[in-house]
């Protein structure tokens, strides 16, 4: 397995402009998270998944951002319009609720640049 | 509310002292601790968890609930151990990790 893959790994843009950021897990995980990662802030969760279903999106920081699960194998995480506050590392990471040792895996993440 | 305090930022030592990276929790019930671990141009990744009671890379963490602490120690520091890492608490059963802020651990050689 190749882990979750994230597209792109890099994004530039020009505040304004609509991102589009995806996702897929790791096949047979039940769950999907979407993390911001900055300097100031840290790791914060924006919303998860399960089983397709958003269950939090409570970390979501305004109606800019969106984010859908339409099947199990892909989410996409959608900031329409940017601003250059949005600039950080969006990760996404996927786990299952199966054996307790699991835990979570994460993407590479998605360098987001908003000029 | 479950919440994870990692106090400092940035941590920098020498290489062959000793590290610790602190981590306090506030929950009221029994809480899953994990240290997570973010190495240059590398994806987040477990490191441990208390659960387990193991030695990663020779990082070990003791689950302390009197202090609330889940520190995470390492006797000799490498240039290697620098990373960002965090630490996560999971409450019971629910799968879904809280993480602290992050803390930077450079390791000069």
């Known amino acids: 397995d190749a882990g979750v893959i994230q597209s792109p790994r890099h994004e530039v843009t020009e505040m304004g402009q609509e991102v589009t950021l995806r996702c897929k897990p790791i096949?047979?995980?039940?769950?999907l998270f979407w993390y911001r990662q900055t300097m100031m802030r840290g790791l914060e969760l924006l919303i998860y998944?399960?089983?397709?279903?958003?269950?939090?999106d409570s970390g979501m920081p305004e109606d800019r951002f969106s984010a859908k699960m339409p099947n199990a194998s892909f989410s996409t995480l959608k900031i329409q319009p940017s601003e250059p506050r949005d600039s950080a590392v969006y990760f996404c990471?996927?786990?299952?609720?199966?054996?307790?040792?699991?835990?979570?895996?994460f993407g590479p993440g998605t360098r987001l640049l908003v000029l | 509310a479950q919440r994870v305090t990692q106090p400092e930022k940035l941590l920098s030592v020498f290489k062959g002292a000793p590290v610790e990276l602190k981590c306090n929790y506030s929950?009221?019930?029994?809480?899953?601790l994990f240290w997570y671990v973010q190495y240059s141009r590398q994806r987040l990744q477990l490191l441990l968890r208390?659960?387990s009671r193991e030695s990663i890379k020779g990082f070990t963490a003791d689950l302390n609930k009197g202090e609330t602490s889940f520190h995470l120690k390492k006797p000799f520091a490498q240039e290697e151990d620098s990373a960002m890492y965090y630490c996560?608490?999971?409450?019971?059963?629910?799968?879904?990790?809280?993480f602290g802020r992050g803390t930077s651990l450079i390791v000069h050689p």
């Open positions: 990471a996927s786990s299952s609720q199966g054996a307790r040792e699991e835990t979570q895996y």
């Open positions: 096949s047979g995980h039940d769950y």
């Open positions: 998944f399960n089983n397709n279903v958003p269950i939090d």
């Open positions: 929950y009221s019930g029994s809480p899953e």
């Open positions: 208390h659960i």
């Open positions: 996560a608490l999971e409450s019971g059963g629910s799968y879904i990790p809280t």
